[in-house]
């Protein structure tokens, strides 16, 4: 945990700001859901998800306390799950990803399986920090605005949004600039966010077929544990 606090941000006011208090601040929130949960206690990427609700709750240590633990227990946003040892949910959530993708994004698909790119390589700090990790933060705020309001199916589609939105230039790469650019440098190509969501508004993608897709992750994974 104090590893990760001065990661937190550190292009962003106040958290470039040692002097701040604001480090300190989340290092209350984080201790204090690790005592809350210590099942789960403090794993890397929690950082990033209480450190902008700290943001934009005013640097308010209390409200953004029990907001980040409703996100982390509430069933609708389940990010519980993703921390949990084993990380469940990411597998599940990369397994949901992956058949939206072939349904919505073949060819890039096809081309991330000829490159050997498996979809958890790049998506597990997407997901793990609700894309806080590399997404401008003008953007942040509008794609977690759709987070709060539908859950981790707005997570899903957001993302085939995005990737939409790059898709030829994901095709010309091989699988060190692929990765690259799906880690480092996406944002200098995914610039206009309203046709991010007008590609996402366009999927027919609802609660109920992520609720269907993890129940067949679970049937077809049922056989390689047995």
């Known amino acids: ?74 069933p609708k946003y389940g990010l519980r799950r993703f921390f949990l040892p084993g990380m469940p949910r990411l597998l599940i959530l990369g397994y949901q990803l992956e058949h939206l993708l072939s349904a919505n994004l073949p060819r890039l698909n096809d081309h991330f399986r000829r490159l050997g790119v498996n979809t958890l390589q790049w998506y597990t700090p997407w997901a793990l920090t609700l894309f806080a990790c590399n997404m401008p933060f003008s953007m942040l705020e509008k794609v977690w605005d759709r987070f709060f309001e539908d859950g981790l199916a707005a997570l899903l589609v957001t993302t085939v949004g995005i990737l939409s939105c790059a898709e030829q230039r994901i095709l010309l790469c091989d699988h060190d600039e692929c990765l690259g650019f799906l880690k480092e440098s996406m944002w200098t190509e995914v610039v206009d966010l309203s046709k991010v969501f007008d590609i996402a508004d366009s999927i027919k993608f609802a609660h109920k077929d992520c609720d269907r897709l993890e129940m067949e992750y679970f049937v077809s994974n049922s056989g390689k544990t047995s």
């Open 1 to 74: 945990l104090l590893q990760d606090l001065p990661r937190t941000f550190g292009d962003l006011e106040p958290f470039n700001d040692p002097k701040s208090g604001i480090h300190g601040k989340l290092q209350n929130v984080l201790h204090a859901y690790s005592l809350h949960d210590p099942q789960v206690g403090y794993v890397q990427g929690m950082n990033l998800i209480a450190g902008f609700i700290l943001l934009c709750s005013k640097e308010d240590e209390l409200s953004c306390f029990w907001l980040f633990a409703r996100m982390m227990q509430l």
